[in-house]
């Protein structure tokens, strides 16, 4: 029996997916090795953060009626955050009638007994005496962190580890759909988390990274005072040749005493994705962010205080609603101030059902002026920034052969930035000396050390 995992969405959705090919394999069933291979089984793990990410998945969920078709055993199945989206799951069950199994964001671990379920009603069907099964799961399980806990997980992405941290958001930003499609925030047990981390190290991962909506706001709903730091801190203490990035870090919550626990750690990277969306503070309080521009400023002049090399990376929107051309202005400014090493800039998408796609919308050719302006203004930076790294060396983790360039290998330094180098597939997961020879753009080139 094979399966094939169709990942839509970020690092979380990268790590369910993770998790859901854990519960296929407990099933004894294998990955398909491409795309053209026959599936037994075909999983959507779908995001709705933006249009463009819905319409795809959706499309591609179209697609497959096909393949079918042409062999009725297959069992499709839909998870992720689309479905948890108010009516998705009405739209799938009536326009999408060959889907035969949709399960929320909580739900991922019920995948192994709905297909069960499925198989055993085909099987009845075949003798007349049934009808068919379809399962649609969106419910939030009381249960959830229990069954989280004793979920397997079949990792894909050595040698980097993703592990998470906390589940859900409580901040409704007013143009986001998470907190709707993943609930009220949960923190795993820190044991729980400390001896997951400790298992990957022990099984040779290099890089672990803790994966959550907001990490800051992790331990808060736990009862015995634990922290981001103190979590920080206590897997900083986990023994073994290994480092530590997290995501994502909401600038309200960023406290003092991580960044401190940064700082002293030489196993957590210096190295923060800090998104700060608008450099105005009129569009941050109607974004709902809870933080102010001089508030985001001060805190990136404590991060470089105590890590002057720090890689700073940022979430940047353009065409909120409330956007004017100052508030824009206010933005490049921000933008241009802080020199972020890279930035992830995004047009505003509205999100049905968020405060923000009540608003009077902003014309799109508005927003493409606007986005373009500010990608060429990060990429200056970017380019200016990389140009600095030419001529030292820095200790990489060999991630993978390079997709672009034969013979090559590429990793990142300790403070996030993209190095290309030769080196043979075998060095993947071994840290290593490169010397930066040249700079393009956000990527750097080097040659090995070591
Ligand atoms: S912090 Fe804001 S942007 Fe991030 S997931 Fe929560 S609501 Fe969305």
Known sequence: MRYRIVTYGCQMN??????????????????????????????????????????RALGNIGVVKAEKKRDPDLIIAVCGCMTQQEGMAEVIKERYPYVDIVLGTRNIFKLPEEIEKVRAARARIKKRSDKRYRAFDTAYPEDYLAADENAPVARTSYPNAWVNIIYGCNNFCTYCIVPY?????????????????????????????????????????????????KLLREVDRIEGKFRVRFMTSHPKDLTDGVIAAMAESDKICSNIHLPVQ??????????????????????????????????????????????????????????????????FTFIYSPRKGTPAAAMPQIPYAVKRERIGELIKLQNSVTKELSEDYVGGVFEVLAEDVSPKHEGMLCGRTESGRLATFPGEASRVGEFIKVRVTEARSASLFGVAED
């Open 181 to 229: 499609v993943r609930g009220r925030e949960l923190s795993r047990p820190m044991s729980a988390v400390v001896d997951e981390v400790r298992r990957a190290v022990d099984e040779g991962y290099g890089e672990i990274t803790l994966l959550g909506q907001n990490v800051n706001s992790y331990g808060h709903d736990l009862t015995g005072g634990e922290s981001f730091e």
């Open 278 to 343: 608008s450099g105005s503070d009129k569009v941050l309080k109607d974004m709902n962010r809870r933080y102010t521009r001089d508030r985001y400023f001060s805190l990136i002049r404590k991060l470089r205080e105590a890590m002057p090399d720090i890689g700073i990376t940022t979430d940047v929107m353009v065409g909120f609603p409330t956007e004017s051309e100052e508030d824009f202005a206010d933005t490049m400014d921000l933008v241009r101030r802080v020199r972020f090493s890279n930035a």
């Open 14 to 55: 990268v790590h369910e997916s993770e998790k859901l090919a854990g519960e296929l394999e407990s099933m004894g069933m294998t990955a398909c090795k491409d795309e053209t291979e026959r599936a037994d089984v075909i999983v959507f793990n779908t995001c709705c953060i933006r249009d463009n990410a819905e319409r």
